[in-house]
């Protein structure tokens, strides 16, 4: 499995850059970031960086580590922009570069810069007209979409991706989302436990059949909050009061039972937040603790 850290679009960039390249260095193997114009909670006018400028500026600072959104908001970017702004990412990067994408939720953000947020029917017809711009510009020598949100004719994209950019898609809608995934990407991000990894992963397989697709193409990653304990008292309870889904909770030991359990659901990247880790040298120390001690044993090149 990979192991990757989602890092705080609210941090300043120094942090970001500090936090990023230490993270590279103790050999995990991903960083992903929000995109998003507004903080998730709170007042509505604290610090927000915006994700392709900050991927760029971690894409010159590190070398290897992959990169990428969790996921873009459709609704921020012409379809055709996203492309050229992931594609020149990826150059920046040596081609490391993943290209996550959604639907789009966070309506404040909408209403305060005058986005179209649009119906849940039509944000899903926009996700999947601009899926079909994506892999036709980034596979193919030109794009023509013709659809009811977004249109290309004879669209060239030069250059083209050094890496293989994945397009990875976020969510675990049974009947839009995961046909996608099944019809368009090759990686797919939801936030999870064991269970309902294998419960979605049953479904996305259903989709999968239908167009003759081999589920096991599709790369599955998983986001947890992490309460790393140093005791198991602690962990139970921590456990009595914390919603257990998606909440990876307990000491080294007992979290190395929970990514056995992962990988047994078929996940091949789990994904950490930065929510609950602290700052500063607390936050190092957590994920210094959990890459050695909990990732160890199941890392791809262990």
């Known amino acids: 499995m990979r192991f990757s850290f989602w890092m705080n679009n609210r941090d300043p960039i120094q942090e970001i850059l500090r936090s990023g390249t230490r993270v590279e260095e103790k050999g995990w193997d991903g960083l992903w970031f929000a995109d998003h114009f507004l903080p998730f909670i709170g007042p509505d006018d604290g610090p927000v960086h915006e994700v392709w400028g900050v991927l760029c500026a971690l894409g010159q600072a590190t070398s290897k580590i992959r990169l990428g959104p969790l996921v873009c908001g459709n609704t921020y970017r012409n379809p055709v922009v996203l492309a050229k702004q992931a594609v020149t990412a990826d150059h920046i990067s040596g081609g ?108 996305l397989a259903k989709h999968c059949a239908k167009i003759g697709r081999d589920p096991a193409e599709i790369k599955r990653s998983s986001v947890a909050l992490l309460h790393l304990c140093q005791t198991e008292a602690e962990a139970a309870k921590l456990r009595a009061k914390e919603p257990t889904q998606a909440s990876l909770i307990g000491t080294a030991s007992e979290l190395q039972g929970q990514m056995q359990a992962y990988q047994e659901a078929g996940v091949d990247e789990v994904i950490i937040p930065d929510f609950t880790l602290g700052s500063g040298q607390q936050k190092d120390e957590v994920l210094d603790q959990f890459i050695a001690e909990v990732a160890a044993p199941f890392r791809a090149d262990g």
């Open 96 to 203: 490391r570069m993943v290209l996550g994408l959604g639907a789009g939720w966070q309506e404040n953000e909408h209403v305060a810069f005058g986005l179209q947020f649009g119906t849940f029917t039509e944000r899903f017809e926009r996700l999947e007209e601009s899926l079909q711009i994506l892999r036709q510009l980034r596979d193919g020598e030109r794009a023509n979409v013709d659809g009811k949100h977004y249109r290309v004719s004879d669209a060239p994209l030069s250059p083209k991706p050094m890496g293989p950019l994945p397009i990875m898609i976020g969510g675990s809608g049974e009947k839009k989302t995961l046909r996608m995934v099944a019809q368009y990407a090759e990686e797919w991000n939801v936030w999870s436990t064991p269970e309902i990894m294998t419960s979605k992963a049953a479904v």
